[in-house]
């Protein structure tokens, strides 16, 4: 142990830094800086330059399926330096979530198949596992497939699919073995949205968007060859994405160390009566200790990124603690945004139409107020997505006290 | 004390309650957000029939003559039925102005009009750098050779604007942009040239705006009282209209509780309702601890309001608004979470609570500046006890 950041890694960090600031187009930087969610054009459009210019679209993928050979902590500064300037988000499901899955349980053929696409930025992905009784016990889930010839029919519904009505591709779980005990019927399948039968509808959340939908399955055909590893083992191929979901992404701390930055920089220049806001004793006091959570929570990442989960640095604990306590700071930090707007916190901003630049729009208040209502709203789930905070404390007891 | 409901008080709360469930169901409410606006002046008539506009009208103005404690209970049912028609800003506040900064003469016409329910008048106090503060006035008010006002000046976050008929104006006469002294109150036409209003909708769907004011010119009769010597009218008016919001806090944090005690009972997860969480069980029991907590500080509220002998008043409906609004920040922000996805959805009750408690922290300034402000007075008393 020694603390001491490797000069590579420096160096790493200042190579990221100028392609961002040669590649990352400016409005997509604007809409980034924003609190809106990046829709499907701006994130694949960022993937496909990330591609094309240096083959970093999928870093943490292995090298041979594509990806950048990177090691952890090179991997973490390339998402903390694109989230600090305002880089859209890439489309997770596809990158972060079936991509992986892909690499370590999908075929020859499937891979050849789903992997260059997704690291050239042109199909979208989108997640299907929730249902409206399939929650935090997604075990539960009952959207069956049955095997017909060389095609399994799907029926059934899954809810919460973020960004579904954009989505090209779906994974999902489905039930083959329905007389099996709940976790051993179930399968990883692969799915083109546009197969008749598949319908989307979006559900609209507290943040004024759309970016939910519900799926409905109605005999919707998908040839077998879509299936992901061996019939009924899809719980398992499940555990290993929710488990980088958990541990790798649980915290989002890039975006928290994002949205500090944002607070001093807006907090300087927003005033209350005669001083910047950042000013105010009650106020900095609240940003010191939420930014002390932050780094704590950021040395912790880099701990991880470094050793790996093992049973040393907390097991299979460590994820789930990093996103309860990363997630309570996503809200405290989105809340403060909004504090530091004052009369501008109530005011519903609408959210800017793709392609749209900064010279388009007109607003009541500071140019930054739009979107960080938004992001207020949206991060009011991030307690819930990806496993609640409730489930993540029962993980955490039960991992390491055995309770 | 007497803690107990008068049967007027009672009848009071039944029948805002019995309208909200029976005419203001959450249906017609997201259609008055999606097509009508998000205000009904239809609606607005109603409150006015039922009396509740006249209820904080002296009754020397042909009003009821009621009390904070009265106008609260009408605010609480309002907060609980999510009503977007702005009472607290639309009835108690103003009519507070013009009873507490007001001439007499200058009272009954207008307030006539707004226990009617014909004349809809909207308050223009605060600044984007006010924060809370009420004394923060930089719009100018300056007074001609003829006699006439000009007004120039930014306010912001004018509720109602849009909707309102004649919109009462904070502007400084005299002295510096926190001083006091030098606050003066007009009644503007909101058509008046020179009046530029730039609409928007509040997060809940409420209408609002930026009113920009360039070289209003306005009669002298415009001017509510004395020159420069509205603010202690104006500081009590906002005190009322904090313990309103309060108020509706506290009808909203009972809702989201009901809400959640109804849900936990029937959702099911690992084959058994969700309820049987002793996790979730423990979360109910604290949300009921913190709604008792505001209910009580909302009582020390109206308690100082309504005490004539009171002293520091102003600071203690701070010390109300920041407990309550931190009670209903954990209460709202948990019926989100205790309802999973459905929490965040549109199209579920239970999120617009915290929607509506975002607004309220916002309004006349946040927790961090009412805390504050409540600290001064723990100092000042600390120091008086020193010299
Ligand atoms: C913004 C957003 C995006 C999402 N994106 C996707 C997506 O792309 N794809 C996808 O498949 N899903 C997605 N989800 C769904 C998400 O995974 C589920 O919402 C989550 O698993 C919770 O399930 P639920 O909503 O059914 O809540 P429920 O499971 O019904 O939970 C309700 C409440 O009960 C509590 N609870 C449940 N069980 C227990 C227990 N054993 N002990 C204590 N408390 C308990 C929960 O913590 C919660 O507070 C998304 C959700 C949101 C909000």
Known sequence: MDFIPSTDDEQFRQEVRSFLREHLPSDLAWRGQQGYLPGKEDSLRWTRILHEKRGWSAPAWPREDGGTGWAASQRYIFEEECYLAGAPIPNQAGIDLVGPVICHFGNTEQKKRFLPPILRGEVFWIQGFSEPGAGSDLANLRTTAVRDGDSYVVNGQKIWTSFGTQGDWNFLLVRTDPTAKPQKGISFLLLDTHTPGVTIRPIVSLDGCGHLAEVFYDNVRVPVENLIGEENKGWGYTKFLLFNERALLGAESPALKRYLAKIRRYASCQRAGDRPLIEDPAFAGRLAQYELEVLAIDMMVQKILHQGVNELNGGAAIGSMLKVRGSEMHQKLTEMLVEIIGDYGPVFYPSPAEEQTEHEQSFVGPDFAPGLAAELFYRRACTIYGGTAEIQRNIIAKALFGL | ?387
């Not at chain 2, 001609?144 to 000046?153: K, P």
């Open chain 2, 1 to 387: 004390m007497n803690f107990d409901l008068t049967e007027e008080q009672r009848m009071l709360q039944d029948s805002v309650r019995r309208y909200v469930n029976k005419s203001y169901s959450f249906e017609s409410r997201t259609q008055l957000v999606k097509v009508g606006g998000g205000f009904s002046r239809e609606t607005w008539s109603v409150f006015a029939e039922m009396g509740w506009l006249m209820a904080p009208i002296p009754e020397s103005c042909g009003g009821l003559g009621f009390n904070a404690i009265e106008t609260a209970l009408i605010a609480e049912e309002l907060g609980r039925g999510l009503v977007l028609e702005p009472y607290t800003f639309c009835a108690v506040l103003p009519v507070a102005i013009m009873r507490g900064c007001s001439a007499e003469a200058q009272k009954e016409k207008l307030l006539a009009g707004m226990g009617s329910g014909e004349t809809i008048v909207a308050v223009a106090h605060s600044e984007p750098e006010a924060r809370g503060c009420v004394s923060h006035v930089s719009t100018m008010a300056t007074r001609q050779a003829d006699g006439r006002y000009a007004l120039n000046g930014r306010k912001s976050l004018v509720v109602a604007a849009p909707v309102a008929d004649r919109i009462l104006v904070v502007a400084r006469s005299s002295g510096q942009v926190r001083d006091e002294q030098g606050i003066s109150i007009f009644l503007i036409d909101p058509q008046s040239s020179g009046v530029r209003c730039e609409p928007f909708r509040l997060l809940d769907g409420t209408p609002a705006a930026e009113l920009v004011l360039e070289n209003v010119v306005v009669s002298a009769s415009a001017l509510l009282g004395e020159e420069g010597n509205a603010f202690s009218g104006l500081q009590r008016a906002v005190d009322e209209a904090i313990v309103s919001l309060c108020a509706e806090m506290v009808g909203g944090m009972e809702d989201v509780i009901a809400l959640c005690s109804e849900y936990l009972k029937t959702r099911q997860q690992f084959g058994v309702a969700i309820g049987t969480f002793q996790a979730l069980q423990h979360r109910m029991a604290d949300m009921a601890i913190e709604l008792m907590q505001a209910r009580a500080m909302l009582y020390r509220g109206l308690a100082v309001l309504t005490n004539p002998a009171a002293e520091d008043t102003s600071r203690i409906v701070s010390g109300c608004k920041a407990l309550v609004s931190k009670c209903a920040k954990f209460v709202t922000a948990q019926g989100i979470q205790l309802h999973g996805g459905y929490g965040i959805t549109e199209e579920y009750r239970v999120g617009h609570h915290y929607r509506r408690l975002v607004l309220a922290d916002a309004w006349f300034g946040n927790l961090d500046y009412h805390l504050n402000r409540y600290a001064g007075r723990i100092q000042d008393e600390a120091r008086a006890l020193a010299a």
